[in-house]
């Protein structure tokens, strides 16, 4: 963590910067695939220099050791360099070569600065207005970073993809109750907790029971429907791009079919679905998109 932080470097080249962001981005699990072999070979070092940058200031925001504020603060002055200077760390410098080639502006990386900040004060959130508001800065600039990549730069697409974008979060939110409880953080929202009668306490416990059962059926429900809001968006892209949003799209609900599958339980056991099911995911969903049949 202490190399994200000052991790400046004379005389990286941009191939060079490319090359680490790909390494990042290749060697680090994800539920989702980054960057992966459906996209067009010209857009991957441009995908791998986004996630990049993401990986980069969640992991600041996450396991930084020292002052996560203040290196926050350096991470977004670096970034600003990428428009009006010389950025210093590798993955900026391949950054900032994606930005001018795609023409992207600075206001989606500099939320996801600002998501991170409020992880640093913020571990609980009382409405899912709140929880929204948070998606809204933590995972919504992703899927506008990525569309901006492929020339969509419109309010429409954006919108749709924020419900695609938001129900991610929250679906990774709901399979790690119990691991962001560890570092601190509770997702689920305190007005839903208090409406299903489930309390911190029995949280902190690791108590599953009706109340949480019946809490996290809900919440997977809000989530299913906003995957069925932004599947739209699938209609309005072309070419790999479409694949992609529909397999992240389809990829979500299963991980939410896990969570049902397991009888809502996630704090027992973290649902995922197999490699195996993965690669079926992939074929069939290719194939229906070929014939034309939908999701």
């Given at each position: 963590m202490k190399g994200l932080a000052s991790g400046s470097e004379d005389g990286v080249t941009v191939?060079?910067?490319?090359?680490?962001?790909?390494?990042?981005?290749?060697?680090?699990?994800?539920?989702?695939?980054v960057g992966s072999w459906l996209l067009p070979r010209d857009k991957r070092p441009h995908m791998y220099a986004i996630y990049a940058y993401c990986r980069g200031v969640d992991d600041l925001g996450d396991e930084y050791e020292g002052n996560r504020m203040a290196?926050?603060?350096?991470?977004?002055?670096?970034?600003?360099?990428?428009?009006?200077?010389?950025?210093?760390?590798?993955?900026?410098?391949?950054?900032?070569?994606?930005?001018?080639?795609?023409?992207?502006?600075?206001?989606?990386?500099?939320?996801?600065?600002?998501?991170?900040?409020?992880?640093?004060?913020?571990?609980?959130h009382q409405t899912y207005d709140d929880l929204e508001r948070y998606c809204q800065h933590s995972a919504n600039p992703v899927g506008h970073l990525v569309l901006y990549l492929f020339g969509y730069r419109d309010e429409e697409r954006q919108a749709l993809s924020d419900h695609t974008c938001t129900a991610l979060q929250l679906t990774n939110f709901w399979q790690d109750v119990a691991r962001d409880y560890e570092m601190g953080r509770v997702y689920l929202p305190v007005e839903d907790m208090e409406r299903f009668g489930y309390t911190e306490d029995m949280l902190s416990a690791g108590e599953f029971n009706s109340q949480f059962g019946d809490m996290m059926a809900f919440e997977v429900e809000r989530a299913r429907d906003l995957f069925r809001r932004g599947l739209a968006l699938v209609d309005t892209l072309d070419g790999r791009l479409k694949l992609d949003v529909t397999l992240f799209s389809c990829g979500g609900s299963r991980i939410l079919d896990a969570i049902q599958k397991q009888g809502y339980d996630v704090l027992g056991r973290r649902p995922t679905i197999s490699k195996a099911a993965r690669a079926w995911l992939m074929l069939s969903t290719t194939v229906r998109l070929r014939l034309g049949l939908g999701v």
């Open positions: 191939e060079q910067a490319y090359a680490r962001c790909a390494l990042l981005a290749q060697t680090h699990y994800e539920n989702f695939t290196a926050l603060d350096a991470w977004e002055e670096d970034l600003e360099r990428c428009y009006d200077g010389t950025p210093s760390h590798p993955f900026m410098v391949a950054l900032q070569q994606t930005i001018r080639d795609f023409d992207i502006p600075i206001e989606p990386f500099r939320m996801l600065v600002k998501a991170n900040r409020m992880d640093q004060t913020v571990t609980r």
